[in-house]
């Protein structure tokens, strides 16, 4: 391979960074502890056979207009692609990858950890410990919900929606769950199809893990929020904005819904105070993915994908166009 280069817009786990020095390419990395701004990304795009970036980066037409010719792949540390404007990328020619699978036990396993702790209030309760407000055991402190032989409702049964029903068997939970059409692992499993409605209206715990795309932004709004018990428990690991914020502030202040653990936002970093401001909501700052093995394992993904593009070979995980 001649002397070729890839751009990091954020430091990777070393495993990945390994594989690009084995291969000979060059590596450029954001040296920022931040994220890049539009400007200093367009300012780095042209330079670069590659580019690997995460979630948050913006790569749209403009960015993809200034890294072509030069630019051959854009790898994504995620196995979302939202941010990339795939039609613009397919038009340069530049080839688009990501890291699907590896990530699925450990959001599914973030999703049961989010369930449980906003069920049964870990978050307040915790807090209220530090702040040394504990006076000893009460009959009705922190009364939670409970999970076991709960109904259980999963929006978008793909690898982590699947995964995450295959651990709600331990919990003899009814899963319902909704999608475009029927998934077999998740029947296999024990998991009943219904429209959306119905499962909005029947489920005890409501759990998101649909992309993000023009027909699942603001999925969940003030209709499908209005269906759902006012017991309900919103669980979301997927896309801040696969829900609509302000319909979902609104029906907690109300108690319109008991409470929603969230791990993902609508515009990350921001947090609306509102959110920050209330007991029945446990947030996270999108760790779904994040266990040593497993952004270990993505980066190295990442790394395989752009050396075997700047090889001339064919990727590993294309995304499709």
Not at 37 to 47: S, T
Not at 132 to 144: C, E, S
């Amino acid at each position: 391979m001649q002397s070729k280069s890839v751009y990091l817009t954020r430091m990777i786990p070393e495993s990945g960074l390994a594989l690009l020095t084995v291969a000979g390419v060059r590596v450029k990395m954001n040296p920022l502890a931040r994220q890049l701004r539009r400007e200093e990304l367009l300012e780095e795009a042209p330079h670069h056979d590659a580019i690997i970036c995460q979630f948050p980066d913006a790569i749209d037409r403009d960015c993809l207009k200034a890294a072509a010719p030069k630019c051959k792949v854009i790898a994504l540390c995620a196995v979302g692609f939202d941010n990339v404007d795939l039609a613009a990328a397919r038009e340069l020619g530049i080839i688009v990858t990501n890291t699907p699978d590896v990530l699925t036990a450990a959001t599914a396993d973030l999703t049961w950890a989010l369930l449980l702790a906003t069920a049964r209030r870990l978050g307040e309760a915790e807090r209220f410990v530090r702040a040394g407000a504990w006076r000893g055991w009460g009959m009705l402190d922190f009364l939670g919900a409970d999970v076991y032989g709960k109904t259980l409702g999963i929006i978008g049964a793909g690898r982590i929606g699947t995964a995450v029903i295959r651990r709600a068997t331990g919990f003899d939970m009814q899963v319902l769950y909704s999608a475009g059409q029927r998934k077999e692992a998740a029947e296999a499993l024990g998991a009943d199809r219904v429209p959306l409605a119905e499962l909005l209206r029947r489920c005890d715990f409501v759990s998101l893990h649909v992309p993000l795309t023009p027909q699942t932004h603001h999925l969940i709004d003030e209709q499908a929020l209005a269906r759902m018990k006012r017991t309900a428990i919103l669980i979301n690991t997927a896309r801040g904005g696969v829900v609509d914020q302000a319909a979902l502030v609104d029906a907690l202040r109300e108690g319109r819904i008991a409470a929603a653990g969230l791990d993902v936002y609508d515009k990350e970093p921001a947090v609306p105070q509102a959110l920050l401001d209330m007991d029945n909501v446990v947030l996270l700052p999108h760790i779904g993915s994040a266990t040593d093995s497993t952004r270990a394992k993505m980066a190295q993904i990442a790394a395989s994908n752009v050396v075997a593009v700047l090889r001339g070979e064919e990727p590993l995980n294309p995304v499709p166009a």
